[in-house]
């Protein structure tokens, strides 16, 4: 996957006086003194002409002006798409610039970029998906070598979405009622493609190619009855993928709670959104149609679809989803169609995700619950902490428990047999739809 992102800022130079000139003052007035003290008129001379450098660039305002920024970011090979390369126009009517760029929430490093139109060029491996603040930079112009420089920029800062990694799946659960006419699963309404379904007789709207004429001549009842083989349609399944954006917990658990991306590791969302483009391919895959919503009020949405765009689009927005801002205790229950196969993303800590699983599932929708909490490094926790962990997750336990007793399929995103227990999942819900039937 290849990306492009820019933003760019115009800013009026606003000039004012740096301690430099303060120090020039101050520089000569004491070597000058030093001179007069030891009678050295060879000191005194060395100090006439900083004095006179000060002087002239105190009187010498530089004329106004405005300093460009461009952030431009791109990742140019697919096979690494965590690796993005970026880049910071500047053009100044200054001498000089003076840049502090940002990269991850952190200064990386402060630059000095000569007058005229140049580029500073950076390079950043990003360790997670999702949102992030790729490149932020602030700048100044300097003018007479130091005396005189202008007021900060704004802060310039460039977004970027990590795309996810894909995670190849076999078989997938689907959907209780299939519909349409173009999938890959059989139905049990007649149409082709699928299975032997049943001998009908031969009506207006048959197929000629369809009359099966042993049949015909073994149990047609009445002369000029003709019957016709009919097979099952294939249909496709509603798929309907739900991220739980509400917690972002890292695989340390010292980590949690804090705000440091290098020291989680591998985290919860991380895991959702490799889930949800993993599911959403295979089954686009089969020629299902999938749709994917957020439960935070803010987050993003799609509708059902199917198709190669239409995948395009869902690993766009997934790779868009961030972690729930203010009040994440709350949820909104998106729509669904009816008889879909959803698949609820989350670590099930609060208990809020699950209540909606059990629901939907009461409400006659296939229902698998995929657990995205990574595996848990305990190292540098103190008692009291590990004490406070263990309740957390025997709590958690609980609501898995909860989930599998309302026939809901638990699936751990981190299981080593993923696709054994995608497959296990797959079984149980035909076995369910044979007998319905």
Request: some cysteine.
């Amino acid at each position: 996957m290849t990306g492009e992102a820019r933003a760019g800022s115009r800013t009026p130079l606003r000039w004012r006086r740096s301690p430099v000139l303060a120090v020039g003052v101050a520089g000569a007035a004491l070597v000058a003194a030093a001179g007069l003290v030891f009678s050295r008129p060879d000191v005194v001379a060395v100090a006439l002409p900083l004095a006179l450098a000060s002087v002239w660039a105190l009187l010498r305002r530089p004329a106004g002006g405005r300093i460009g920024l461009v952030l431009r970011a791109s990742s140019q090979d697919a096979s690494r798409p965590h690796e993005v390369s970026g880049a910071v126009g500047v053009e100044a009517d200054a001498e000089w610039t003076q840049l502090a760029v940002d990269q991850g929430g952190r200064r990386a490093a402060l630059a000095d970029v000569a007058s005229g139109d140049r580029v500073v060029r950076t390079r950043a491996v990003l360790r997670h998906s999702g949102p992030v603040e790729l490149l932020a930079v602030t700048g100044r112009g300097v003018a007479q070598d130091g005396a005189w420089v202008s007021d900060m920029t704004p802060l310039l800062a460039l977004e970027w979405c990590a795309p996810p990694r894909t995670r190849p799946l076999g078989r997938l659960p689907i959907a209780p009622r299939l519909t349409g006419m173009h999938g890959a699963h059989e139905g049990s309404r007649p149409g082709s493609g699928g299975d032997f379904h049943d001998i009908h007789p031969f009506v207006p709207g048959d197929q000629l190619r369809r009359i099966d004429w042993r049949a015909t001549a073994r149990a047609a009842r009445r002369p000029g009855e003709l019957l016709v083989r009919r097979m099952r349609s294939l249909s496709d399944s509603s798929v309907v993928i739900v991220v739980d954006a509400a917690d972002d917990l890292g695989a340390v658990v010292a980590s949690w709670g804090s705000d440091d991306p290098d020291r989680t590791g591998p985290t919860s969302l991380d895991l959702a959104r490799e889930a949800a483009v993993s599911i959403a391919d295979a089954a686009i895959g089969t020629g299902d149609r999938v749709a994917y919503h957020s439960l935070s009020y803010e987050g993003p949405s799609l509708r059902s679809g199917g198709g190669p765009r239409h995948l395009a689009r869902l690993r766009d927005v997934v790779a868009a989803t961030g972690i729930a801002g203010e009040a994440p205790q709350y949820r909104r229950s998106p729509v669904v169609p009816a008889g879909s196969i959803i698949f609820v993303l989350s670590t099930f800590f609060d208990g809020v995700a699950a209540e909606l699983a059990m629901r939907w599932r009461a409400a006659g929708h296939a229902v698998v619950a995929v657990d995205t909490l990574p595996p848990m490094d305990t190292a540098r926790l103190s008692h009291d902490q590990r004490i406070a962990m263990r309740t957390l997750l025997a709590e958690r336990a609980d609501v898995l428990s909860e989930l599998r007793r309302t026939a809901v399929e638990v699936v751990s995103w981190s299981s080593p047999d993923l696709d054994a227990e995608m497959s296990l999942a797959a079984s149980r819900q035909r076995r369910m739809r044979a007998v319905r039937r």
